[in-house]
Nanobody
Framework: QVQLVESGGGLVQPGGSLRLSCAAS????????MGWYRQAPGKQRELVAI???????NYATSVNGRFTISRDNAKSTVDLQMNSLKPEDTAVYYC?????????WGQGTQVTVSS
């Protein structure tokens, strides 16, 4: 059974930084793409960043240059460093694992950017 557990969310002022971490367990993690999605109130869930098993990375236009995704296959973790945060980054952030059998999701962690 795959489990993804996120941590690191919280309240931060505009311009501040947060680092989200996702720990995966239950299956081999290194062969699959991992990503971060977010969902703001009243909006659809959207891709924030994704990193392939080989390290190829894609970012949403809205976060490019401010967020950095990274993975550590030895530790089965994927992190999201978020800098220069804006109020519009406020959302629940979800860790995602993409496998041929389907997607797995974490429970989500709240990020609130407010003064």
């Amino acid at each position: 059974q795959v489990q993804l557990v996120e941590s690191g969310g919280g309240l931060v002022q505009p311009g501040g930084s947060l680092r989200l971490s996702c720990a995966a367990s239950g299956r081999s993690f290194s062969f699959y793409a991992m990503g971060w999605y977010r969902q703001a109130p009243g909006k659809q869930r959207e891709l924030v960043a994704i990193i392939s098993s080989g390290g190829n990375i894609n970012y949403a236009t809205s976060v490019n240059g401010r967020f950095t995704i990274s993975r550590d296959n030895a530790k089965s973790t994927v992190d999201l460093q978020m800098n220069s945060l804006k109020p519009e980054d406020t959302a629940v952030y979800y860790c995602n694992l993409k496998t041929p059998m389907g997607d797995y999701w974490g429970q989500g962690t709240q990020v609130t950017v407010s003064s």
